[in-house]
Structure formats: C-alpha cells, structure tokens
C-alpha cells in the first residue's frame, strides 16, 4: 500500500481481555516501530523491530506486552490482561532501515479504550 | 536517562507572524534531530531532518536550527497561516539505540 496501515482503528475492551493491534508497513521498509501515546502526552517508545535482528523490546512497559513481526511485513502488538492504564493510542511506524537519518512514517494509529 | 522539553505551553500566534518553537535536550549528542507534525487523530508527519554538522535548514516557509553546544533544536514556521496549526514534536536517537520524541508544541495560528 501507499502509507503504513493500522487495525483496528478503534478498540474498546474490557480490563482484563487480551487486545492484539495489527499493523502493516510500507512494503520494502526493514524497521519497524509500535510507540504509545496517551492523551496529552508525547510518544513513549515501545519496540522495534530491524529486519531478522532480535527486536529491541526495552519500551515494553510490562510483561503484558509483547510483539511479532514476521520477517519484514505485519507486526502484531499483544496486550494481555489490559488494565486501564493501557488506554492510549498506540502508533506504528516504519522506515527503510533503522536510523534517525531515515524518515518514520506512521500509521494513523489504534486508539484503544480499557473500561 | 535521555530527556527532551519543548515548550510546555500551547503557542498561539497571529496569521502572518513567525512561529518559533523551541526543542531542548539533555544526556545525549544525537548525530541527528528530526521535526514532525501531529494533526489531532493522526499519526505524526515527517517535516526535517537536520544532522549534527549542519547549522540550518530550510523547507519553504519552515527552518531548523541546531545548536549542539546549546543542546538546541529552533523550529520555524514563517508567515504562518491558519493550516501551520498542529503539534509539533522534535525527535532524536538516544542512548540504546531508541528513538525519543518530545511531547511536542501545540501551535495555533489566529487568523
């Protein structure tokens, strides 16, 4: 596709189920990004993910969280047992490699809703 | 840790003046900074990018300036007009090999 792609676009969940967000890259793009960004606030870095490399999953705010990508297409961000702090958008982001003198390009986002 | 501020308050100015918004950061001497838009609802925009050895640079009414003594990314918006308003957010690569981003600058340009 044209720009990175997000599903759901919106997510209303109950504490305690398990979410999972999907998000597809632009294709030929090796990095891949998932950050979240709560009301108000900036982007708080979650993982990424470099072509076959381990992923970096430093960001991950709890075991709760986790993430696939499966080679250098779709990556899925796993949220279990959500709790209402997990309310956030939640932003995916790809470029060609995995350096700041690339360009980022997100994805419109996932906002999800933990009641 | 890593730690980037960029101004606090929202910044409202009058269609036609200059925006100056400003991104500084502690901790770190990133090779590059990067500014993005953020309209509400969507994921950020790529504006700039402006590497460590570069003083300045300029994209149509927008300019980025970048101090390392200082710590000090200044991101311009000249002439501005009622469409400039967003939020903005400076970028860097920190320690770790992560990306940090500000929580960004909400500009309103009042026509």
């Known amino acids: 596709g044209a720009g990175v792609s997000q599903s759901p676009s919106n997510k209303v969940t109950e504490k305690g189920k398990d979410v999972e967000l999907r998000c597809d890259p632009i294709?030929?793009?090796?990095?891949l990004y998932w950050y979240r960004q709560r009301l108000g606030q900036g982007l708080e870095f979650l993982i990424y993910?470099?072509?076959?490399?381990?992923?970096?999953k430093s960001g991950l705010p709890s075991d709760r969280f986790s993430a696939e990508r499966t080679g250098e297409s779709v990556s899925t961000l796993t949220i279990q047992r959500t709790q209402q702090e997990d309310s956030a958008v939640y932003l995916c982001?790809?470029?060609?490699?995995?350096?700041?003198?690339?360009?980022?390009?997100f994805g419109p986002g996932t906002r999800l809703l933990v009641l | 840790s890593q730690k980037i501020e960029q101004n606090s308050e929202a910044l409202n100015i009058q269609e036609g003046k200059t925006a100056t918004l400003t991104c500084n950061y502690t901790?770190?001497?990133?090779?590059?900074l990067q500014w993005y838009r953020q309209d509400p609802g969507r994921g950020p925009v790529f504006l700039l990018l402006?590497?460590?050895?570069?003083k300045e640079k300029r994209k149509e009414r927008l300019k980025v300036t970048f101090d390392t003594t200082l710590k000090q990314s200044l991101f311009h918006i000249t002439a501005s007009q009622p469409a400039d308003s967003a939020t903005y957010l400076c970028?860097?690569?920190?320690?770790?090999?992560?990306?940090?981003f500000g929580t960004g600058t909400s500009l309103t340009v009042i026509p």
């Open positions: 982001a790809s470029s060609r490699t995995r350096t700041l003198r690339e360009t980022q390009y």
């Open positions: 294709s030929g793009h090796t990095a």
């Open positions: 993910f470099q072509g076959n490399s381990a992923p970096d």
């Open positions: 901790n770190y001497s990133p090779a590059y």
């Open positions: 402006i590497r460590e050895n570069e």
């Open positions: 970028a860097l690569e920190g320690t770790g090999n992560q990306f940090y």
